[in-house]
């Protein structure tokens, strides 16, 4: 039996059902393609999309209350400073979106895919993830704090000033990310990184444990 390493793609239908003109709190998306026309009031709860493509919206500052998104991708959407507290995502794909300062602290994430993104300042605070893929995404000044990742990879991401304190990633796939300035860097252990990250990697841990380098002092005469 084959291993899994990557996240399951979304389940997508072979036809879509056209969007509606709004969307509401307690809707219910079930096949339906949307773009860039629908309205979309600023708090939304009780949300449900299931196996719907989303292209071209505005969702930023919108706060989506008790989100639930399944089978679902979300392409050039634009969600900077959206609030999804507590959502649960499984198999979902963002493809070129901007996420900056978007907020999923406590969200659980399972078999999500996110590409090629705008993440900076994202909030992930105590989130929890599974089989989740970050590739080609700025997360630069992101908040990990206590964020549970299992079967995670940030790939070629921009982890600069990103906050990991109190973050579990051990077996976190860290290949061609940058590694700098990060608060907590103790929280990369357990994690997995190439040959060229061992110098910044090295940098961010010894200023953690407070290792100073400093001038060999004069010798001891006797």
Not at 12 to 24: D, F, N
């Amino acid at each position: 039996m084959r291993r899994k390493s990557l996240p399951d793609a979304p389940d997508l239908p072979p036809t879509w059902e056209p969007a509606p003109a709004e969307i509401g709190s307690g809707d219910v998306w079930d096949g339906v393609e949307a773009g860039a026309g629908v309205e979309v009031p600023e708090h939304v709860s009780d949300l449900r999309l299931q196996e719907c493509r989303w292209t071209g919206a505005d969702l930023s500052g919108r706060s989506f209350g008790a989100l639930r998104v399944r089978d679902t991708e979300f392409v050039q959407c634009d969600l900077s400073g959206a609030v999804l507290d507590d959502a649960v995502l499984t198999r979902v794909v963002f493809t070129d979106c901007r996420l900056t300062g978007t907020v999923l602290s406590g969200a659980e994430l399972t078999d999500v895919r996110i590409s090629g993104c705008t993440a900076d300042l994202a909030a992930f605070r105590m989130a929890r993830a599974s089989f989740l893929l970050v590739e080609d995404t700025s997360l630069r000044g992101a908040d990990l704090y206590s964020f549970r990742a299992a079967h995670t990879a940030l790939l070629g991401c921009d982890l600069t000033e990103a906050v990991l304190e109190d973050a579990q990633l051990a077996g976190t796939n860290l290949h061609g990310s940058t590694i700098a300035d990060v608060r907590g860097a103790l929280a990369l252990r357990g994690c997995r990184i190439s040959a060229d990250q061992l110098v910044p990697v090295g940098a961010a841990l010894l200023a953690a444990l407070d290792v100073q380098i400093t001038a060999a002092p004069p010798p001891v005469r006797g």
